[in-house]
Nanobody, 123 residues
Framework: QVPLVESGGGLVQAGGSLRLSCAAS????????MGWFRQAPGREREFVAA????????FYSDSVKGRFTISRDNAKSTVYLQMNGLKPEDTAVYYC????????????????WGKGTLVTISS
């Protein structure tokens, strides 16, 4: 059973917005940091954002800082990624991750992953 399930992806025009959701399934991650990564065609998976388990601290890649906002609702075991001012270069499959050990920006630090949701931005 996949422990994390992403939703909310789709096709939008440049400048538009989307909100991605990631729901825990089978177990909760309410005591763990959670994060979002993305992978564009032909490119490596890259860090997008992360949030501590209390939600008091957030971290962003330079490419999305000021446009994307990560948040969480532990009562719903869900983490969100609000994406505004979308650009064609944001097109990618977006993955949710949980329970890191080490540098948040490294994919190998994260123990649990979802299957991803596709975000496509048209110019």
């Amino acid at each position: 059973q996949v422990p994390l399930v992403e939703s909310g992806g789709g096709l939008v025009q440049a400048g538009g917005s989307l909100r991605l959701s990631c729901a825990a399934s089978g177990r909760t991650f309410n005591s763990d940091p959670m994060g979002w990564f993305r992978q564009a065609p032909g490119r490596e998976r890259e860090f997008v954002a992360a949030i501590t388990w209390t939600g008091s601290s957030t971290f962003y890649s330079d490419s999305v800082k000021g446009r994307f906002t990560i948040s969480r609702d532990n009562a719903k075991s869900t983490v969100y990624l609000q994406m505004n001012g979308l650009k064609p270069e944001d097109t990618a499959v977006y993955y949710c991750a949980a329970d890191p050990d080490g540098d948040y920006t490294h994919t190998e630090a994260w123990a649990y992953w979802g299957k991803g949701t596709l975000v496509t931005i048209s110019s």
